[in-house]
């Protein structure tokens, strides 16, 4: 079963599903390792893992769904749920975002209606496209996958700040109309306006769980209870290893030494493995006699 399949099989089945957020490849094998099925990739902490910039327009579509691609690949059989932002510009750059996120192998794309180029839906000075013009964005994205068994397409609006609750379900009502498989209300404020948001839309809800952003942190079961088809938690592993990393950095400042009781690392040889060494190991073990008769 391809990645697009497994999640529309869990919508279809309304097994609620959750989604980490994975801001760099080491967290990647570590969600796969510990046997995450649903993963998500999102724009605003890829960005801070690779370039140590704001998610404000200013990563490219080409380095985007490289990133993307290797989020993929390194986590198969996982699904990965790909934030593609605006589509990275026009109608015309939507179509390619379509398609090359289809190629680098994701579960779905998701597509928000926020003018190029945007905003965190967490933060400040967020401006919104018309609701003509966002599902001129769905209609080309459903039009570019390869087929129906293509990505699933989720459909983010922030409208709610500017617009108000209502308005904003209008919105994800025409978005579903025009082909969007999920809806994804963003920055909602308390589990009342979740809950009202989720029993009003005509598709599958996602659940934004964005440690430290406007929306209250809810627990999965109380999330499916709710309504909602599944959550994402994009900023959980990014904020807990920076504040390891912190803390760690710190220890190391204070004392001028790595070895500190209140200080756990990884163990290094499991971390090898998580990356691969073993395959090394094996395969330079196979040819080593040819690496000895060239000594």
């Known amino acids: 079963m391809n990645p697009a ?19 760099d490849m080491i967290t990647a094998k570590l969600a796969a390792r510990i046997g995450f099925r649903f993963g998500y990739g999102s724009g605003y902490w890829l960005v801070a893992s690779a370039f140590g910039l704001p998610d404000a327009g200013i990563a490219t579509y080409s380095q985007m769904v490289e990133r993307v691609g290797t989020l993929v690949e390194v986590t198969s059989p996982m699904a990965i749920i790909a934030d593609a932002d605006t589509g990275y510009g026009g109608l015309l750059n939507v179509r390619q975002t379509m398609r090359g996120y289809e190629k680098a192998g994701v579960a779905a794309i998701q597509l928000e209606d926020q003018e190029f180029p945007k905003r965190c839906g967490h933060t400040k000075g967020k401006r919104l496209v018309s609701t003509e013009e966002m599902v001129a964005r769905i209609t080309v994205a459903c039009e570019s996958r390869s087929g129906p068994d293509g990505p699933v397409i989720i459909a983010r609006s922030d409208a709610k700040q500017s617009e ?24 909602l404020a308390d589990e009342e306006e979740m809950a009202y948001v989720a029993a009003r839309l005509p598709a599958p809800a996602l659940a934004n769980m964005a440690d430290g952003g406007s929306t209250r942190i809810l627990p999965a079961a109380r999330l499916a209870e709710i309504g909602y088809g599944g959550a994402i938690f994009p900023a959980m592993t990014a904020l807990a290893s920076a504040a390891a990393s912190e803390r760690a ?17 990884y163990s ?17 073990a196979r040819f080593a006699h040819v690496y000895g008769k060239n000594a």
Do not use: N, W
């Open 5 to 23: 399949s497994t999640l529309r099989q869990a919508l279809a089945e309304k097994q609620f599903f959750v989604a980490p957020g994975m801001h």
């Open 164 to 187: 108000g609750t209502d308005a904003m379900l209008r919105r994800l009502e025409a978005y579903a109309k025009a082909g969007a498989e999920m809806l994804f209300p963003e920055a």
């Open 249 to 265: 950095l710190t220890r190391l400042k204070e004392t001028g030494t790595s070895l500190h009781g209140d200080v756990p690392l």
């Open 268 to 284: 290094f040889d499991e971390f090898c493995q998580l990356i691969g060494f073993d395959d090394v190991y094996a395969f330079d």
